[in-house]
């Protein structure tokens, strides 16, 4: 299963509305995930089963999706927040597959 | 406080093997699949395959077939995987990271990554 994502490449301000887009190339429920990663470092999971907030992540991410079309939204943007984002869907472990991910750059 | 803790960075000649190990600490090592993931240097995330740390059976994706092991000692609650063959296109940083939990699907969700071991071959 591919997944694609949009856009790849974000710029933004701090205290801005964003939201990122993963397609998948065929049907996947909720089966979706997000991460975010930043520069050195290892990704962090931030969304499980589409919409499931992991704990300890703040309130401002949420997802939604089901079938092929996701969304992450961060509700307003914080300097913690620029980083790269990934999303990775689960229905198929055959195999497991990661979007090749969104930079949230500093506008 | 959970944590995975890699061995350092490795250098490699293409051709040469290359064990990479994931030491756990403050959960029970036996209860979480183990899952290792690449990322070529300034490339995305390759998923590469799992361990069930306490049948010690694996499953890889494909292209990682017959050139990969992954095992563990679960007397000190490690997970390692090995390479071999190296070649230059396997230069990359290798996470280990662990399933959310032991139930289907959120075993294939990863919610605690090891810093990273960076492999070089050249």
């Known amino acids: 299963i591919q997944l694609t994502q949009s856009p790849s490449f974000l710029s933004a301000s701090v205290g801005d509305r964003v939201s990122i887009t993963c397609r998948a190339s065929q049907g996947i429920s909720t089966s979706l995930a997000w991460y975010q990663q930043k520069p050195g470092k290892p990704p962090t999971l931030l969304i499980y089963?589409?919409?499931t907030l992991q704990s300890g992540v703040p309130s401002r991410f949420s997802g939604s999706g089901s079938g092929t079309d996701f969304t992450l939204t961060i509700s307003s943007l914080q300097p913690e927040d620029f980083a790269t984002y990934y999303c990775q869907q689960v229905i198929s472990y055959s195999p497991l597959t990661f979007g090749p991910g969104t930079k949230v750059d500093i506008k | 406080q959970v944590h995975l803790v890699q061995s350092g960075a490795e250098v490699r000649k293409p051709g040469a093997s290359v064990k990479v190990s994931c030491k756990t600490s403050?959960?029970?090592?036996?209860?979480?699949?183990m899952h290792w993931v690449r990322q070529a240097p300034g490339q995305g995330l390759e998923w590469m395959g799992w361990?069930?740390?306490?049948?010690?059976?694996?499953t890889f994706a494909q292209r990682f077939q017959g050139w990969v092991t992954m095992s563990r000692d679960t007397s000190i609650s490690t997970a390692y995987v090995e390479i071999r063959s190296l070649k230059s296109d396997d230069t990359a940083i290798y996470y280990c990271?662990?399933?959310?939990?032991?139930?289907?699907?959120?075993?294939?969700?990863?919610?605690?990554w090891g810093q990273g071991t960076t492999v070089t071959v050249s």
């Open positions: 089963g589409a919409s």
């Open positions: 403050g959960y029970t090592f036996t209860g979480y699949y």
């Open positions: 990271a662990r399933g959310l939990n032991s139930g289907y699907p959120f075993y294939l969700y990863l919610d605690v």
């Open positions: 361990i069930n740390p306490t049948t010690g059976a694996t």
